[in-house]
């Protein structure tokens, strides 16, 4: 009896992936700036000309590794917003403590990630526009949840109410890029405000 793992074809990965994997590994390793696009086309073992085929410059090949990353984490996001068992306000909570903690230890865990995070923020302004308006999808249906539950009262709307609450948590977002706090002491001042908004929403008797 012949094995079909034996027969099976060698799965090779999308150019488009090697790519994005040199180019990922190299930033890490030497920052955005000193990566040419040279090196990222010899790390993947193609030329130069084939990489350009499939990313114009070296900015889409780093917004295209936020994109990627980012994709996993709104799936968290909507699970935390979807959670059954969590109220409303529990929901805020664990959504924007999420948020902290990943990018937090991200950029502590790789540094040149905040170089990169600064460049894509600077040249590609529409991303950043694109990410904060799926959180404000998110936070939305949060509020929305709590409106409808009576534990909440958002005398403008949740879609107001969520814009003013994106605005008030901006530093926790990327919080490298604005302070040198430690996480616990973020942490602290996260639920501190979160607590001041919630006093906020709360549904006056």
């Given at each position: 009896m012949i094995d079909d793992c034996d027969n099976a074809p060698d799965v090779r990965p999308e150019p488009r992936d090697v790519i994005l994997k040199a180019?990922?590994?190299r930033i890490l390793h030497y920052g955005y700036d000193k990566t040419t696009?040279?090196?990222?086309a010899k790390d993947a073992d193609m030329s130069a000309g084939n990489i350009y085929r499939f990313f114009p410059s070296k900015i889409?090949?780093?917004?295209?590794?936020?994109r990627q990353?980012?994709?996993?984490?709104?799936?968290?996001?909507?699970?935390?917003a979807s959670d059954p068992a969590r109220s409303a306000e529990q929901k805020l909570r664990a959504f924007f403590l999420f948020r902290l903690e990943r990018t937090f230890r991200l950029i502590e865990?790789?540094?040149k990630i905040r170089e990169m995070a600064v460049i894509i923020g600077r040249?590609?302004?529409a991303f950043l526009a694109e990410?904060?308006?799926r959180e404000h999808v998110i936070v939305e249906s949060i509020l929305?949840?709590?409106?409808?539950?009576?534990e909440f009262s958002a005398t403008e709307g949740p879609a107001f109410a969520a814009t003013l609450v994106q605005r008030a948590m901006t530093k926790f977002s990327y919080p490298q890029l604005w302070t040198n706090e430690s996480l616990s002491e973020l942490k602290h001042e996260l639920e501190s405000l979160i607590s001041l908004l919630m006093h906020g929403l709360a549904v006056r008797a």
């Open positions: 180019a990922f590994d696009m040279a090196e990222i889409d090949i780093a917004e295209e590794i936020a990353f980012n994709s996993n984490v709104h799936a968290a996001y909507r699970d935390i865990d790789n540094p040249e590609r302004p990410e904060r308006a929305r949840q709590g409106v409808d539950a009576g």
